[in-house]
């Protein structure tokens, strides 16, 4: 499978712990975006990397979330000190230059519980 | 404000039946909107882009500025096109926002 990639798919954590999700876009993307989605309702934007550079965080995001991409390639979404309120869905998505801004390719998620 | 509705959260036909999701948006600005699907146990998945104006797997929409409307619709719905549907909203001064409604469950029934 050449799609983007995304591990762990779920994650059991207790409150307090931090979590570390991975996301591998597809080859050559050079745009790369965590969202994150909860039950019934659509994804909501977190932040957004064009090549190495983090270009834009949401400002619903709080310190205790971070996010690198070393190098342009995958991507690592980092959540300290969970609380139970971060029970989600988190979607990676990447995009390659040239195709529209809404024209994105998902990863499968990575759903966490927090206890 | 920017929004996307989609006032179903859950749409129920039978099969042959005719299909349409609703979708509403607020915006000022130039939209350019976006249909994606989610079946069960897969990634979201583009479906159509308004700019496009393409039909996909039977499915067309058409940007009504007018009303603020981008409905998707079906003439005849099939059963695997039972699916979550999302609307989407790409703001023009963005890079990488998009906003996004809540989804309507779509459910074909035999």
């Known amino acids: 499978d050449t799609g983007v990639s995304q591990n762990p798919r779920h994650k059991i954590t207790k409150r307090g712990q931090n979590v570390t999700f991975r996301c591998d876009p597809i080859?050559?993307?050079?745009?790369l975006y965590w969202y994150r989605q909860t039950l019934g309702q659509g994804p909501e934007f977190l932040t957004y990397?064009?090549?190495?550079?983090?270009?834009?965080k949401s400002r619903l995001l709080s310190d205790r979330f971070s996010a690198e991409r070393p190098k342009g390639s995958f991507s690592t979404l980092e959540i300290q000190r969970t609380e139970q309120g971060d029970s989600a869905m988190y979607l990676c998505?990447?995009?390659?230059?040239?195709?529209?801004?809404?024209?994105?390719?998902f990863g499968e998620g990575s759903r966490l519980t927090v206890l | 404000a920017q929004r996307v509705t989609q006032p179903e959260k859950l749409l129920s036909v039978f099969k042959g039946a005719p299909v349409e999701l609703k979708c509403n948006y607020s915006?000022?600005?130039?939209?350019?909107l976006f249909w994606y699907v989610q079946y069960s146990r897969q990634r979201l998945q583009l479906l159509l882009r308004?700019?496009?104006?393409?039909s996909i797997k039977g499915f067309t929409a058409d940007l009504n500025k007018g009303e603020t409307s981008f409905h998707l619709k079906k003439p005849f719905a099939q059963e695997e096109d039972s699916a979550m549907y999302y609307c989407?909203?790409?703001?023009?001064?963005?890079?990488?926002?998009?906003?996004w409604g809540a989804g309507t469950k779509l459910i074909i029934k035999p």
């Open positions: 998505a990447s995009r390659p230059l040239g195709l529209a801004k809404g024209e994105l390719f």
């Open positions: 915006y000022s600005g130039s939209p350019e």
């Open positions: 308004h700019i496009s104006r393409e």
């Open positions: 990397f064009q090549n190495e550079a983090q270009l834009e």
């Open positions: 080859s050559e993307h050079n745009r």
């Open positions: 989407a909203l790409s703001v023009g001064d963005s890079n990488y926002q998009l906003i």
